[in-house]
């Protein structure tokens, strides 16, 4: 959702009708997993995708349709389909891809979370075709409801606490009793925070690094004292820019699983500071800059400080995959491993 905001954004502002496309079951080799979204206006502008590009054009059309209509649209596609070879589908894999007008009010609400870098949880029924179709409830992950449109039910908190979200940590189909209805099945949308990169060092490898890790979603928060090296003009894509000492910078940064930590200032000033925090920290992925000559004096350093084997066993160092020499190659191959380690990727040459 994060990665096709802005655009919408712009649609509800220009006041043009939204579609919103989601996947919600996937089957075999279905190149995009439940949860991933597209959205589209009538004209048609797009942004997003459910399939990698397989079955859009069908989507879009029958989306268009259903929105004229005032309707919902549960759309299946797959290789047992008369369509699969029609909307690309032939080599494989089979999608559910549910279709919806986008309520304003809705965006609003997902724009308040996602601005207090908050998981969302998105409600919505299904299944089957009856008064409560198409109706959606949005909450944190906490079960605090800040939307509903189920008007003609009285305790939406009710429903909530029954599907106990706090466990849900992926998006999934499941059944919902709803008080005075057969019980219905709904999508239960599990909108996660973006990966966060925290890049130390606004050296000339970073300013590649950023641009290439906003191109994937990641919020980039970049952290240099040193006051002609962060700055926003190097440093356009940046979401934060702290032009602090480690200390300082990383009391100002959220320190947890979903963050993924590039020092690259050469600098054992900087380094070894931001080092003593981070991995003391949650973070997910931490790489360093350096050869393995100075790597290996680095770690001499730090375990006199205090830093533990086991800590420093978590070091990416050298930083990244080694995919060449120049700045911009060094980037994608920082980038390269830390997407690897999100994903559990065993990294093969």
């Known amino acids: 959702m994060y990665e096709i905001a802005s655009e919408i954004e712009q649609w509800f502002n220009q006041e043009k009708p939204v579609c919103l496309a989601t996947v919600i079951r996937t089957w075999g080799s279905s190149p995009r997993p439940a949860g991933a979204k597209m959205a589209f206006t009538p004209d048609p502008f797009i942004t997003g995708s459910v399939s990698g590009g397989c079955v859009e054009g069908a989507v879009i059309e029958a989306g268009i349709q259903a929105m004229k209509k005032g309707e919902t649209a549960l759309l299946h596609y797959g290789v047992a389909d008369e369509t699969a070879v029609s909307v690309g589908l032939a080599c494989g894999g089979e999608i559910d891809v549910f279709v919806r007008q986008f309520d304003i009010a809705l965006f609003r609400a997902m724009q308040n979370l996602m601005q207090t870098q908050t998981t969302a949880i998105l409600l919505t029924v299904i299944e089957p075709r009856s008064t409560f179709l198409g109706c959606e409830i949005l909450s944190d992950e906490k079960?605090?409801?800040?939307?509903?449109?189920?008007?003609?039910?009285?305790?939406?908190?009710?429903?909530?606490?029954?599907?106990?979200?706090?466990?849900?940590?992926?998006?999934?189909?499941?059944?919902?009793?709803?008080?005075?209805?057969?019980?219905?099945?709904?999508?239960?949308?599990?909108?996660?925070?973006?990966?966060?990169?925290?890049?130390?060092?606004?050296?000339?490898?970073?300013?590649?690094?950023?641009?290439l890790a906003k191109a994937l979603n990641f919020h980039v928060i970049v952290i240099d004292p040193r006051?002609?090296?962060?700055?926003?003009?190097?440093?356009?894509?940046?979401?934060?820019?702290?032009?602090?000492?480690?200390?300082?910078?990383?009391?100002?940064?959220?320190?947890?699983?979903?963050?993924?930590?590039?020092?690259?200032?050469?600098?054992?000033?900087?380094?070894?500071?931001?080092?003593?925090?981070?991995?003391?920290?949650?973070?997910?992925?931490?790489?360093?800059?350096?050869?393995?000559?100075t790597h290996k004096k680095r770690r001499q350093r730090l375990l006199a400080e205090g830093i533990t084997e086991q800590q420093l066993a978590r070091l990416h160092a050298p930083i990244g995959i080694d995919l060449g020499k120049t700045p911009q190659e060094i980037a994608l191959g920082i980038l390269a491993e830390i997407v690897a380690v999100r994903n559990g990727r065993k990294i093969k040459w």
């Open 227 to 293: 006051k002609a090296f962060a700055t926003r003009e190097r440093f356009p894509q940046a979401d934060q820019i702290i032009q602090e000492w480690p200390d300082e910078a990383f009391q100002k940064v959220a320190m947890n699983s979903n963050v993924d930590v590039a020092i690259l200032t050469h600098d054992p000033k900087i380094d070894d500071p931001a080092l003593k925090i981070v991995l003391s920290s949650p973070a997910q992925y931490i790489g360093v800059l350096g050869s393995r000559m």
């Open 143 to 211: 079960g605090l409801i800040v939307y509903s449109n189920f008007k003609t039910i009285d305790d939406p908190e009710g429903l909530i606490k029954s599907l106990d979200l706090a466990q849900v940590k992926q998006s999934k189909i499941t059944a919902l009793e709803i008080p005075g209805q057969n019980p219905a099945k709904i999508f239960i949308d599990v909108i996660s925070l973006p990966p966060v990169l925290v890049i130390v060092g606004g050296v000339h490898i970073a300013v590649a690094l950023a641009a």
